[in-house]
């Protein structure tokens, strides 16, 4: 029986290929009289990287010319029209999920020669857009893009210097999706993939042991890394129970596995290791990750995320909503809305929940206060327009579309819901400044407008705050649907087992997505020989082609995990 551990911030999957480290052995299979493009994402440290590579040529006697691909930007101007939308022109926290290509961002390209005795470099973003005889991938993890632009130093994509800050709107709706499609159909033919997080000396992997790495991945259970957000409203939770960020000012937002951003560690856990994109990894092998039926609804997008909401010892999350199905495609772009549950990991009668509106709301009023808030700061009791609800441990409530909610001080949530992850419409966030000490973004017009009014009243606690429902049992165990609503493309069941109880299970062609909620952990063992051990409050995805597998409660106490999967 393996030992019971606590959480792992960092977990690292084995591969069969080996993980490069630095420069040096990464250029070993250059030649002179090549073009090396060497493509990747903005915030990507590009003149650490071009140094790398042109000192370890010349330390092989070879010479190097660059060509920096970003000096071919068209300019500012120019992108910013050929990126406008009329949709949301003037809205300064949202855009329509970008539709261009990343050619749209360049005027005038360089045909770059082979050059005798000489490794051309051709390097920053949409350096495979030119010709090219090696292809590498210099990637850096989301968060850093991120962390760049929150923090003022960072600029979007094609942006020059001198032309301002870089936004988050920029970076989330036109940057992303546009770097991020660029990305995926690389995946195939890169002939090595760095991850410059140490941009000094990267971890590598050549391009054969990439997409065997990925293949095995989409065969077996896996984690995606961990990251904690810190916020305003931000908690502790997660710094004493499970050790993360203890530096931090809290650990507020915990992505347990969000696919636009997580990424998947592969190597050794004490050796170089590489970080790769979970998104990759769909784009590759959407079938076997997430099984034909969802493949067929939903393409190459992983439909489920995890994430942690932490208000331990912090302040109210805002009372929000997220768009109703058809906003959310005909305004902001995606093809499917975000439906959320709130599973509460720490809570209890004390807490609450905000969800749903009161049977008596004065709307007009609740407008009325909602618009004076935000231009006058005048702040308002918003539990006279929305109901709450005890924060009651291992409770579920259900949040379509359109539905105010959010959660109290001092809970823990497991939110289980839907990927576009990008879109609470605040009605209220109690005055809140941010790390700049300017209000919040509220979004009261794009908020009233997918109010669900009819989630109101007694209709609320019936059919978002359910009660369990047995699926089926055994010796030592049970399975119960926690939620489920006709809407919802999803649904959360939670298993029990009985200390040292064993419970038989299927993906039956659609992928599981798993997390321990209470207790020591489980060991999971896939009939394809897969074992993973799991611990409290870590999650699991299981690709649909894992098919049976057998799980095991840990420990001496009874054990709680809850699995999502797509109905």
Known sequence: MPAVRGYEAEPCHRVTGKVGAGFRDAVAGLAPGLVLAV???VAVDWAAVTTGICDALAARDLTAKQIDLREHFAPWPDILARTASAVLEDDPDFAPLSRAGLADFFTGMPEPEAVEGTVTVVFGPGASLVPYDRLWYADLPKRYAEAGITGGTGRNLGQP???????????????????????????????????????????????????????????????????????SWGGHWAQERLGFNREAANTALGYELIAPESGILVGTPD???????????????????????????????????????????????????????????????WPYTQHETYYMMVGGPDRQVFLGLRDDADLTAFR??????????????????????????????????????????????LEISATPYLYSLRFYDWL????????????????????DRARSGERVARELVQQPRTLRSGEGWREDLIGRLPEMFFEVRRLELAPDSVVDDDTDHRFHVINVVEGDGIRLETSGGH??????????????????YRVRALGAGPVRYVKALVR
């Open 161 to 231: 210097a001198g032309t301002g800050a870089g936004t988050t709107r920029r970076l989330f709706y036109i940057d992303w999706p546009v770097l991020d499609r660029h990305r995926d159909a690389l995946v195939p033919k890169v002939d090595l993939w760095l991850d410059t997080q140490e941009s000094e000396t990267p971890t590598w992997l050549t391009g054969p042991e990439l997409r065997d790495a990925l293949a095995d991945l989409a065969g077996r259970p896996f984690r995606t890394r961990p990251t904690f957000n810190v916020t």
């Open 39 to 41: 493509d990747g994402p």
């Open 531 to 548: 074992c993973q051990v799991l611990a409290y409050a870590e999650t699991l995805t299981l690709p649909a082609s894992v098919g049976a």
């Open 271 to 333: 050796g170089p290791r590489v970080e790769v994109p979970l998104q990759a990894l769909v784009a590759l092998h959407p079938e076997d990750v997430l099984g034909e039926p969802v493949h067929s609804t939903f393409g190459t997008s992983f439909p489920i995320r995890f994430d942690y909401l932490d208000t331990v010892g912090g302040g109210n999350l805002s009372v929000h909503c997220h768009p109703q199905s058809d906003y959310m495609s005909r305004v902001f772009g």
């Open 368 to 413: 009325r206060e909602a618009d004076r808030a935000v231009r006058d700061g005048v702040p308002f009791d918003i539990e006279r327009y929305v109901q709450t609800f005890p924060a009651e441990q291992h409770q579920l409530f259900l949040i379509p579309g359109g539905t105010p909610h959010g959660s109290g001080e001092g809970n823990v949530v």
């Open 432 to 451: 809140r400044k941010d790390r700049a000490g300017k209000p919040r973004p509220v979004h009261v017009g794009h908020a009233f407008e997918n109010l």
